[in-house]
């Protein structure tokens, strides 16, 4: 079966630091990857999405950005974290054939100090 | 354009009776359509989705859901709320992209909450 990652579970940063955010994927191949965030009290807002190594695309312009160095593997950066950055983070996948559902991972928590 | 709109922001019950959550979608095609439900500080599991087979869509925890093509509804029923079942509800539409993949549109959310 397939099981998704996500890491660190929480995570408080100050304005200023950079960010890493990793997330794998076990039990699928070529999956397409996605990032959201979802701001307290709001609805989730998709990041970036990927369907395949090196292939990122942006849904919205921002202060942060997203890698996949391998094909489970999807990661969420940024070189100086703002306040408005706050939120929680999630990846998921979603099967390159198929109807569209998307899994998610359990989430990182991401306070800006 | 696909969009999904959820009736209500708020649904509260007792547990043991029934749980009605609403959803209206538009869309352009036939969709793909999904609940999923987020517990507090937990991601997304997914609970049922309609894919133009049956129209009334058996999920996990008990969950059902019916596809109305006339109404262009998509309902989230259980017969008996059990505490466990406090959580947000989301309703979501698959959206063909341009990008290769299968866009979600996410509905606002309704949360649900279970009194004693």
């Known amino acids: 079966s397939q099981t998704i990652h996500q890491w660190p579970a929480t995570l408080v940063q100050p304005v200023g630091s950079p960010l890493s955010l990793e997330c794998t994927v076990e039990g699928t191949s070529n999956p397409n990857l996605y990032w959201y965030r979802q701001a307290a009290g709001r609805g989730l807002q998709l990041l970036f999405y990927?369907?395949?190594?090196?292939?990122i695309s942006s849904e919205v312009p921002q202060n942060l950005s997203a890698s996949r160095p391998q094909d489970r593997q999807f990661i969420l950066s940024s070189k100086k974290l703002l306040l408005s950055d706050s939120g929680f983070y999630l990846c998921?996948?979603?099967?390159?054939?198929?109807?569209?559902?998307?899994?998610f991972g359990p989430g990182t928590r991401l306070t800006v100090l | 354009a696909q969009s999904v709109t959820q009736l209500d922001s708020h649904v509260s019950v007792s547990e043991g009776t029934p749980v009605l959550l609403r959803c209206n979608y538009s869309s352009s095609y036939s969709p793909s359509l999904f609940w999923y439900v987020q517990h507090p500080n937990k991601g997304l599991q997914l609970l049922l989705k309609?894919?133009?087979?049956?129209?009334l869509v058996k999920g996990i925890n008990g969950f059902e859901a019916e596809f109305k093509k006339s109404e262009t509804s998509f309902h989230l029923t259980k017969p008996s709320a059990h505490m466990s079942d406090a959580a947000e509800y989301f309703c979501v539409v698959s959206d063909r992209s341009s990008g290769g993949y299968n866009k979600l549109i996410f509905g606002a959310g309704t949360r649900l909450a279970v009194h004693p």
């Open positions: 309609y894919t133009s087979a049956a129209t």
């Open positions: 998921a996948w979603s099967a390159l054939a198929g109807v569209g559902e998307q899994f």
């Open positions: 990927s369907v395949g190594i090196g292939q």
